[in-house]
């Protein structure tokens, strides 16, 4: 957008009436609401910051999205509100870019009158988007709006294909039953993998142009009780590469160690981005991770929801001990056990905390110097790097660590204040 010239300081009166007015306004309406703080609502114009943070429970919106174009050289941490916090700056975004990033927001204490607006219908409208062809790897499901959507795609005429997890396709809850149905009523064909170890994948691609993926499952809870991300990319190159992973389970139905290596391309260069695109357990997953903490020089943040593998915890402390500064939370569930690396780092007096949901955080995220993201279907567990299929997203993008970093900082202030159910 082009600047507007300055035309010197005989309008410098107005301008700082103009924002002596707005002061006041603004002061007035947090008045009127009895407190300050901000709302985050997203809607088909981007999101809009408004002033409304109840004094009793913890109100957010249902999900935060931000878009963004190429990124500039430099970006400044972006820190939403706590659940007392102050308003904070709106969110970076650009229309028409080539990711869009989303987060859920839990509200505490939840109603069901909440559950409607989340990030299930950015996916929806993702699905809506395809008009040959839509290939879904979920590990867990049961959005019937989802389910609907893929329907309808089927019969106007896309291809439609989906692999999952056998517990969940088995599972007896008459929610996940009744959105599977409505995809074997609609001839969608499902392949399960059959087998102890998960499918823990949460992907789609559509036209073999854009993808969708992340931390988030296809489920209620993941949407409005679980903290989560999604990112949706616009890039045939990552397209091909989870086309080719999907191929190996649903046609070859290959799932875990035996799925044959080759066929994705694990560098790839989007609008000037380095993306590094990994899938488990072929790629050892884990050892890339490692690779890319062990260059931080300023800062590693992350949100754990099971940390557990020792290399990459020993990585970390390594880090801390160079000088790095380390902050993390971890979902509380699980790790106060022998096998979380939680209770290392404290005794190696990290910056960590447990979470402070009063049901789950369920991020993957580790962010480097402000500038690199790491996130995907990947829990930080031996697991996930030996035996289950998951996915991975290596992004070097100051814009796109400033808006996992402000996701950081919200988390950590539940994490410092935790509230209620």
Known sequence: MRRRRSRGPRNAPFKWLAILLLIVLVGYVAYRELGFGVKVDSGTQGPVIRIDVPTVELSLPSSVAIQATQPPARAQPTVPPGPAGAPAPAPSQAPGGWYDIYFTTPRYPDKPEYHHGGIDTQL??????????????????????????????????????????TDTLTNDDPKVQRAFDILKQANIPIVDDQRPAIMHDKFVVV??????????????????????????????????????????MFVQRRFGPAKPAGGTEAN?????????????????????????????????????????????????????????SVMGVFEKTGSETQYSEYGKMRRAKLDVLQDGNPYVKHHKVIIIDGRTVIFGSFNFTNNADRDNDENLLI??????????????QRVREVALNPPTK
């Open 268 to 324: 790839v260069t989007l609008h000037s981005v380095r993306i590094e695109n990994y899938f488990a357990p072929k790629d050892k997953v884990a050892a890339k991770i490692v690779a890319r903490v062990e260059q931080a020089q300023q800062s590693i943040h992350f949100l754990a929801f099971s940390f557990t593998s020792d290399t990459i915890g020993q990585s970390i402390i390594a880090r801390a001990k160079a000088g790095v």
């Open 207 to 248: 036209d073999n142009q854009a993808i969708w993926t992340g931390s988030w499952n296809f489920t209620d809870g993941d949407t409005y009780h679980l903290n989560n991300n999604a990112i949706k990319i616009v890039s045939p190159e990552l397209a091909h590469n989870y086309t080719a992973e999907f191929e190996k």
């Open 124 to 165: 929806v409208a993702f699905i809506n988007s395809a008009q040959k062809t839509l290939d879904i790897a979920i590990y867990d499901f049961d959005l019937e709006n989802v389910a609907n959507a893929l329907a309808q795609a089927a019969a106007r005429g896309v291809r439609v294909r989906m692999v999952t997890d």
């Open 395 to 408: 992004v070097d993008d100051p814009t796109l660590a400033n808006a996992f970093e402000a996701e950081f």
